[in-house]
């Protein structure tokens, strides 16, 4: 990441601006610089910083997950909605409770990647979400067709398969994302490992994301997810 980085700031300050954290993290050897980028428009510099080496990384992996786990039960409510929603094949409530959490969770900067990590970004997001239902098995970039699925769940209470593909919609277009996401689950037959695992029904979502919004689109072979058995 490139960021600005005050190496004057005293303890009374650090709390005043949350990007203060950033020189936190700096001077106290949990990021180190690698090199420095002129800021536009400016004569300040931002120090380019990465994580150095893997003991420090596994820091920040175990604080990011307390952290998301406070933010889960927090908005314990929404995300069962959002459950609910996703095995009864309800795209609308879907759309809506992502982009709800969505709003609350995250910033338009952490979105600023490549296209491949963005994608990543909100895929990390969606299994911490589906971690919540502990009943559903939930697997990430698992081997399916003849590909990869990026998330597949298995419902063992009604024998449900759901196979959710994600793209990050760069241009603003969602709904050229979606299909892309649908198209791509159909041609790669991501439902294959579902299949084999002993699933009957199968819904299919293709989910594009951009910045804080998302669509949601979906494919489902009959019968209906809504004349199931909820779990």
Same mark, same amino acid.
């Given at each position: 990441?490139?960021? @600005?980085?005050?190496?004057?700031?005293?303890?009374?300050?650090?709390?005043?601006?949350?990007?203060?954290?950033?020189?936190?993290?700096?001077?106290?050897?949990?990021?180190?610089?690698?090199?420095?980028?002129?800021?536009?428009?400016?004569?300040?510099?931002?120090?380019?910083?990465?994580?150095?080496? +893997?003991? @420090?990384?596994?820091?920040?992996?175990?604080?990011?997950?307390?952290?998301?786990?406070? @933010?889960?039960?927090?908005?314990?409510?929404?995300?069962?909605?959002?459950? +609910?929603?996703?095995?009864?094949?309800?795209?609308?409530?879907?759309?809506?409770?992502?982009?709800?959490?969505?709003?609350?969770?995250?910033?338009?900067?952490?979105?600023?990647?490549?296209?491949?990590? +963005?994608?990543?970004?909100?895929?990390?997001?969606?299994?911490?979400?589906?971690?919540?239902?502990?009943?559903?098995?939930?697997?990430?970039?698992?081997?399916?067709? !003849?590909?990869?699925?990026?998330?597949? @769940?298995?419902?063992?209470?009604?024998?449900?398969?759901?196979? !959710?593909?994600?793209?990050?919609?760069?241009?603003?277009?969602?709904?050229?994302?979606?299909?892309?996401?649908?198209?791509? !689950?159909?041609?790669?037959?991501?439902?294959?490992?579902?299949?084999?695992?002993?699933?009957?029904?199968?819904?299919?979502?293709?989910?594009?994301?951009?910045?804080?919004?998302?669509?949601?689109?979906?494919?489902?072979?009959?019968?209906?997810?809504?004349?199931?058995?909820?779990?």
């Amino acid at each position: 990441i490139e960021k @600005v980085v005050h190496l004057e700031l005293t303890y009374n300050e650090i709390d005043k601006n949350i990007d203060n954290i950033w020189s936190v993290l700096f001077t106290t050897g949990y990021l180190t610089k690698v090199g420095e980028v002129k800021l536009p428009d400016s004569e300040n510099y931002a120090l380019k910083l990465v994580i150095p080496n +893997k003991e @420090v990384r596994e820091v920040f992996i175990l604080q990011i997950q307390e952290w998301f786990k406070e @933010v889960v039960a927090k908005d314990n409510d929404e995300i069962r909605v959002l459950s +609910k929603a996703i095995l009864e094949a309800d795209t609308e409530k879907i759309q809506r409770q992502l982009n709800i959490i969505m709003d609350r969770m995250i910033s338009i900067l952490d979105t600023k990647a490549r296209d491949r990590q +963005k994608e990543n970004f909100y895929h990390g997001i969606l299994l911490g979400l589906l971690g919540y239902k502990s009943n559903w098995l939930i697997k990430s970039n698992a081997e399916s067709g !003849i590909g990869y699925s990026d998330i597949l @769940v298995e419902v063992p209470t009604n024998r449900t398969g759901i196979v !959710i593909e994600l793209k990050y919609a760069e241009d603003g277009d969602l709904d050229a994302a979606c299909d892309k996401a649908l198209k791509q !689950i159909e041609e790669k037959d991501y439902v294959a490992k579902l299949k084999q695992d002993g699933m009957d029904n199968f819904i299919k979502y293709g989910i594009a994301c951009f910045k804080k919004v998302c669509k949601v689109c979906l494919l489902y072979t009959s019968p209906s997810p809504r004349d199931r058995t909820r779990s």
